[in-house]
């Protein structure tokens, strides 16, 4: 037995259990501080959060012109007063009635719905109840062509030429459905209250009948400024899928005449003169909505 455990042995009970208390207390601090040495676990980081989705402006369609108009067209300017410079401007009273008998006609031959048969029945009374005054006004506008002209060829050229601009204006497929509408309001004026006289008829009425074409320029008028806008900031990767697109940089650059509406004519059995008559179905376009798409990039060379 070594001198140690000798000791240990010979030791009384209480100093022995003493003893052993301190030699654990001695163990116990140790493995305490052992633990407080080691290296705590790094704390735990939130990821951070994803950016936001990048917005990506839509490609709005190439506005299409009113009425299905075509895509390029020449509106009549504005004179000094404000008004428009047409076939239909600076009348005189034999004129302005010509001019109203040569509307009241397209409307008769184009608007042909069964709720616009009251312009036909009020078309007929005029011209029956104002035959001689009708007459009157159309010899006057004759002498006055034959006069300004050194032929009486040329005189006849020159009035149907003018004439036919007049059948022309008013024949216009945009402005078909506010134009029969506004001939209609006219006639049954004219069949409640037959005119007296065809020039104070035409002075109270003439202008209602222009107003839907001025509502038709004008409304032309935004689609050219707003087709412009889009070409010009979506015409070069969108355009070539754009009917419209494609139509205004042909006219532009080659001189390619945009297609027009087909148009037969019928004889006007006083004048001679053809009256247009465009069939239009009212309330359908015909243009082609085409959703924009972007124009592959060029091949590059060596590809």
């Known amino acids: 037995m070594s001198v140690f455990a000798q000791r240990f042995s010979s030791e009384p009970r209480r100093l022995r259990r003493r003893r052993l208390a301190a030699v654990a207390a001695l163990a116990l601090g140790a493995a305490l501080a052992g633990a407080c040495t080691k290296k ?9 959060p994803p950016p936001p989705p990048v917005a990506v402006e839509p490609v709005p369609y190439r506005p299409l012109p009113p009425g299905g108009a075509q895509y390029v067209m020449d509106i009549p300017p504005r004179g000094p007063d404000g008004r428009r410079i047409t076939v239909n401007s600076n009348l005189s009273d034999d004129q302005l009635v010509w001019n ?11 608007c042909l719905a ?12 005029f011209l029956t109840r104002h035959q001689r005054a009708l007459k009157a006004v159309n010899d006057r506008i004759e002498r006055k062509f034959m006069s300004a002209h050194r032929t009486r060829r040329d005189a006849i050229v020159a009035r149907d030429g003018y004439t036919t601009q007049v059948y022309n204006f008013f024949a216009q497929p945009p402005a078909r ?6 001939a209609l309001d006219m006639a049954n ?3 409640a209250a037959p005119p007296a006289d065809p020039l104070s008829f035409a002075r109270a009425n003439f202008e209602g009948l222009l107003v839907p074409f001025e ?3 004008t409304a032309y008028e935004a689609y050219q400024q707003a087709s412009a806008e889009w070409d010009a900031k979506w015409g070069a990767l969108y355009g070539p899928s ?3 697109w494609v139509a205004v940089q042909e006219a532009r650059l080659n001189g390619i005449k945009v297609p027009e509406v087909a148009v037969r004519t019928v004889i006007d059995p006083e004048t001679g003169a053809a009256v247009p008559v465009i069939p239009v179905n009212e309330g359908v376009i015909s243009q082609p909505v085409v959703e924009p798409i972007a124009t592959p990039p060029p091949p590059q060379p060596g590809q």
């Not at 069964?114 to 009374?125: H, N």
């Open 177 to 182: 459905a506010g134009f029969c509408r506004a």
């Open 40 to 48: 705590a676990p790094p704390p735990v980081v939130a990821a951070p």
């Open 114 to 125: 069964s709720e616009y048969e009251p312009i036909l029945e009020g078309y007929r009374a």
């Open 189 to 191: 004026r004219a069949l």
């Open 215 to 217: 509502e038709f320029f």
């Open 100 to 110: 109203l008998r040569s509307a009241w006609n397209v409307a008769a031959l184009n």
């Open 242 to 244: 754009q009917p419209g």
